[in-house]
């Protein structure tokens, strides 16, 4: 039964949206640990970014590179305590050690390629998004609802 559900995950979520899931997930978690003045300046700093990632994120637009992007972008604008609230939440966090799983490709015994060929496009994306962070997407895309569903608890059973 765990290679079977494991087989229909897999068809289901492609390694792209369970990495953009998994981002999602971690940002969502982290903001329920926020007081309220972190809380604050967590979204001083979201609005802050070019309007590209900051509307392309809140519509589930980006793509997992373009979210790598947006997260150096977001660590590079966040004060000091919105900096280590990031970091731990990373290193601490099951969030963050899924994130960083999904990205990696570990969690599904896939190889780390793409996620080496994703951290050579970034700043190419960071390019080409910061030349047209002045115009928005405009609605006109399609968008797929993505939502951050768990792993079947036998593929995680497996991990473990």
């Known amino acids: 039964v765990g290679e079977v ?12 949206r ?7 997930v971690f940002g969502m978690e982290l903001l329920t640990q926020l007081d309220l003045a972190n809380t604050d300046d967590f979204f001083k700093t979201f ?4 309007p590209f990632y900051w509307k392309g ?3 589930s637009n980006l793509s ?6 947006f997260a150096l972008l977001t660590f ?3 004060p000091l305590n919105i900096k280590s609230k ?17 990205y990696l490709g570990e969690a599904d015994g896939s190889s780390s390629s793409s996620s080496s060929s994703a951290a050579s496009t970034a700043s190419s994306t960071a390019m080409a998004a910061g ?5 928005s997407n405009g609605g006109s895309s399609s968008v797929v609802e993505q939502e951050a569903v768990p792993e079947p608890a036998a593929a995680t059973a497996a991990q473990q």
């Open 47 to 50: 609005f802050a970014l070019p």
């Open 86 to 102: 990031l970091v731990s939440h990373l290193i601490a966090d099951p969030a963050g050690k899924y994130l960083i799983k999904r």
């Open 76 to 78: 590079a604008y966040a």
């Open 131 to 135: 030349s047209s962070s002045s115009s």
């Open 64 to 69: 997992s590179v373009q979210l790598l992007v």
């Open 18 to 24: 369970r990495q953009q899931a998994a981002f999602h």
């Open 5 to 16: 559900s494991r087989a229909v995950w897999k068809s289901l979520w492609s390694q792209e």
């Open 57 to 59: 994120f809140l519509g």
